[in-house]
C-alpha cells in the first residue's frame, strides 16, 4: 500500500529540512514505480510560503484539504520560533500525530513536538543551536546531542539540516528494506552507510 507522507512546511522554515526528506522519499518512490510513496508539502493553507533566505515553495495541500497521512515529517527552521505560538499549527500536528503511523521531526521542528508534550520523558534530537530552548519546553526529555536521530515511540527527531536526509534513509530502510535504501542513495550519490540508531 503506498504510503502518503506530507511535509509540513510554514514561513522560515529550513531549506534541507523539507527538501531533503523530500527527495529522499519522492527519488525512492520513483526507482521504485511510484509504488511506495506518494509525497507532498503542507501549509496552514495553500498560499506561498516563503521559506528561510526567501525561497518561495507552493504547499501542495492546505490543513483543511490534506489527505490522511502515513507519515508526518515537521521541518524546522527559525520560522518554528512563531509556529510554537500557532494554536491552528499545534493542533494539526497533534490531530495529525495521534492518528499517523510515524511522526519525524527535522532540526527545529522538534520544538512543535516539544511545545505539545510528545516528547515528555523521551530521548530527542534537534539543532546544536536549539537545545538550551528544548530544555526549557521539555524539562523532562533526554537530549542526544552525540547522535543524528534517535526513535521514541512512533516518533523520530533529527539533528540539524542535513540529519534529516539520514533520517530519511532510516525510514527509507525500515519500512523498504537496505536494498532499497541503497539503490535510492546510489541514485542520489548520497554517501549513506546504514547509519542506524545507536
Excluded at 539543532?127 to 516518533?155: C, S, W
Excluded at 528494506?177 to 546504514?194: F, L, S
Aim: proline letters at 3%; glycine letters at 10%.
Amino acid at each position: 500500500m503506498k504510503k502518503n507522507i506530507g511535509i509540513l512546511i510554514f514561513d522560515e522554515a529550513e531549506v534541507l529540512d523539507f527538501c531533503g526528506p523530500f527527495e529522499v522519499f519522492s527519488v525512492t518512490s520513483e526507482l521504485n514505480g511510484y509504488e511506495l510513496f506518494n509525497v507532498f508539502t503542507i501549509a496552514k493553507t495553500t498560499d506561498p510560503v516563503s521559506a528561510v533566505n526567501g525561497l518561495s515553495v507552493n504547499p501542495k495541500y492546505g490543513f483543511d484539504n490534506c489527505p490522511d497521512l502515513d507519515i508526518l515529517v515537521i521541518s524546522g527552521g527559525s520560522g518554528t520560533r512563531s509556529v510554537i505560538n500557532d494554536t491552528k499549527t499545534l493542533d494539526w500536528v497533534k490531530r495529525t500525530h495521534d492518528v499517523a503511523e510515524l511522526t519525524l521531526s527535522i532540526c527545529s521542528g522538534a520544538r512543535l513536538l516539544g511545545t505539545l508534550g510528545l516528547l515528555d520523558g523521551k530521548q530527542y534530537c534537534t539543532h546544536h543551536e536549539v537545545y538550551e530552548q528544548m530544555a526549557e519546553i521539555v524539562p523532562t526529555g533526554f537530549p542526544k546531542k552525540d547522535l543524528r536521530f534517535v526513535k521514541a515511540g512512533n516518533i523520530y527527531t533529527s539533528g540539524g539540516i542535513s540529519a534529516g536526509i539520514d533520517l530519511s534513509f532510516h525510514i527509507v530502510e525500515h519500512l523498504c528494506g537496505e536494498e532499497i535504501a541503497k539503490g535510492t542513495a546510489e541514485y542520489m550519490e548520497y554517501d549513506w552507510n546504514g547509519v542506524g540508531i545507536k
